[in-house]
């Protein structure tokens, strides 16, 4: 594919709108420093947005973070692939698992309040083994995961303008490393809202093009008409592009299941935006964000992926090689076909802010586990709230560097592509999904069954994927390992194995642990703390005693290196307690949260049934070709669900933020007026 813009174009962006937005976001976290009651100063937070980011900023986070580039580029190549089934199956991979997290989420909040990490939680339950265990498990996951985003975005910046990918994969980290590290957590959710705006009023604007204006298109009948003339689909009904009854659908489906759950399991960015959120919005906005998320991948495979594929009648439509498939060009292909350069600004525009909006939440995930699981757990204990924030922000640029080095080796060195890496996925993060879930959930998960599933299962998953592509290719390398069976086996074998060990170790031998052992505990604190909790069926508040560390041996190590002059007496008069800034006498409404448990377990089955078997069952089962009519019904259901999906993500959030907004503005010019009378 030849570059449709200059070089000049390329630099320009990835230079002058990552400083601007370093420069914007900065300066909104320097406001609300300086005029607000959060100060991104504060551990908690910058690793957590002091637990208080409000409904419509988190479903924006939520959002955001699950829309990568791979999101958009790689929904579109399934269905440029497989036709509009491919897209649809890729997006039921993503909601089926944010809205489970609607009811993991209440879990964390009962059960694990001030819970900062997954391995945290593993610490806390199964020792030091579970800790480990779930700390590789998230390193693995947010290593492929920020590898994925940085390539499909590098990929983008090559073809449309032809500058090295190498050097977008180094520059684009460092350009979200500078306005993450200074703002934290809130600073991303920010940037995500705005990064989102863009991309759905984008999307709209290519499925408007696409369908009622391009005249190279321009109608759901000339759309169908192209489809039907093109050589027919290996194993889908009559070969067509418009037909749910497809063997590569179903197969891709059940990968695409498994990978979404690896990755939200797995991925501490999706368990940070739990822990900023109040307890009373957290299920709400998970859920509502995973109906908002659907129709992005959707809409870019039924607009962009399906048009890639019926511009190719056209003789002078680009001819894409099969690595630039597996690299997710043939959106950026359409894009650049129907609308000239202004297409190839749009989707260079938009990849670039997925790639932002979604790699900063890696950024602040990963700072995170650095900073807390293993800087503050294993190298310096002792460490005060103020120096782990501060690790946190020089980990963000050592996770950069990272993921571009990374990143690289797999472009330059193994020649990996972002589709590759999507289809093993699920292979390294699928065995975490159980034991990390339930150790939030339930309470007989016992140490064996937590690190025997969480490594154990992806030991054997990835044993299983090798062996299959052996069996079924004939031999290993880079092209047959990401074979739709062979990576269909190891996706499989690591959800499957990873829940039988938890659940069966667990069985035999129950842990019966007691969650409120759990409650009102971090890291950041080492000694025995007052707290209120509101119990169950409890009209008054109980006072107990929580810990905020277990009765270890580790635990009496560390209290025997303290020296008495530094021990804290109570939270509350804490040298440290400023720097903390943490909610930690609010009570737990365990009444609210079993209701929202309750609740959202109804609201999630319900959901699960009308995606997974209401919808697709009945296309896929009869045999059925969508007619130019009832594609038409579909693409007014998409445009009407990218406005719906908008208003949640970009409009909600300035509503509910309008007092601060107010405030801050007023106080600021105040300030300026004061000035020059001083």
Known sequence: MEPSLSQGVGYGLIIGGGAFFAIILNYVTFLQNKYSNHSAKK?????????????????????????????????????????????????????????????????????????????????????????????????????????????????????????????????????????????????????????????????????????????????????????????????????????????????????????????????????????????????????????????????????????????????????????????????VAAAVYLMGKSGSAMILVMIFFAVMSSFSGELIATSTLLSYDVYKRYIRPDATPNQVVKVAKITVFGWAIFSSCLASIFYGAAKISMGWLFNFLGCATGAGVFPIALSFVWKDLNKIGAVGGSIGGMGIAIIVWLVMCKAYTGEINVTNLSNQWVSFA??????????????????????????EETRNRTILVKKKLPQVTETKGSGNDDIKTAYSEPESEDNKKFEKQQVEDQEVESLSHSSHSSELDMNLEATIDHKHLDHQFKKYCGLVVLLAVIVTFVIPIPLGASPYVFSPKFLYGVVIIIVLWLFFSLFYVVILPIIEARHSIWRIIKKSVNRVEKAPEQ
Request: net charge neutral.
């Open 43 to 331: 551990v908690d937070e910058f690793v957590s947005g002091s637990r208080s980011i409000g409904f419509g900023l988190l479903l924006s986070g939520i959002l955001s973070n699950w829309t990568w580039s791979l999101t958009l580029l790689e929904s579109a190549v399934k269905s440029y692939d497989q036709g509009i089934i491919g897209s649809y199956m890729y997006a039921l991979g993503g909601i089926l698992q944010i809205s489970v997290f609607s009811i993991v989420s209440s879990k964390i909040k009962t059960n694990a309040n001030l819970v900062t990490t997954f391995p945290e939680m593993g610490y806390f339950r199964f020792g030091r083994a579970g800790h480990l265990s779930f700390l590789w498990c998230g390193f693995v996951c947010n290593a492929i995961v920020s590898s994925c985003i940085l390539l499909g975005g590098s990929a983008v910046f090559a073809a449309v303008t032809g500058i090295s990918q190498y050097f977008t994969l180094f520059l684009v980290p460092f350009g979200c490393a500078v306005y993450v590290s200074f703002g934290g957590l809130r600073a991303t959710f920010i940037s995500d809202a705005s990064h989102t705006c863009i991309i759905l009023v984008f999307l709209i604007v290519f499925t408007l093009n696409v369908y009622f204006v391009n005249d190279k298109i321009g109608s759901p009948q000339k759309m169908w008409e192209l489809l039907q003339s093109l050589p027919p689909v290996e194993n889908n009904y009559h070969g067509s592009y418009l037909t749910f009854r497809s063997e590569q659908g179903a197969v891709f489906a059940v990968i695409s299941v498994i990978t979404g759950f690896g990755l939200v399991v797995n991925d501490q960015a999706y368990l940070s935006r739990a822990v900023a959120a109040d307890p009373k919005i957290t299920s709400r906005a998970y859920f509502f964000a995973s109906i908002c998320w659907f129709v992005i991948p959707f809409a870019m495979g039924a607009t962009l992926g399906l048009a890639a594929r019926a511009l190719s009648v056209y003789a002078d439509f680009p001819e894409l090689s099969a690595f630039e498939v597996g690299e997710g060009l043939p959106p």
């Open 490 to 515: 190891g996706n499989a074998t690591a959800l499957i194995m990873g829940g039988f060990i938890s659940i069966v170790a667990s069985l035999i031998w129950p842990a019966h642990f007691d969650f």
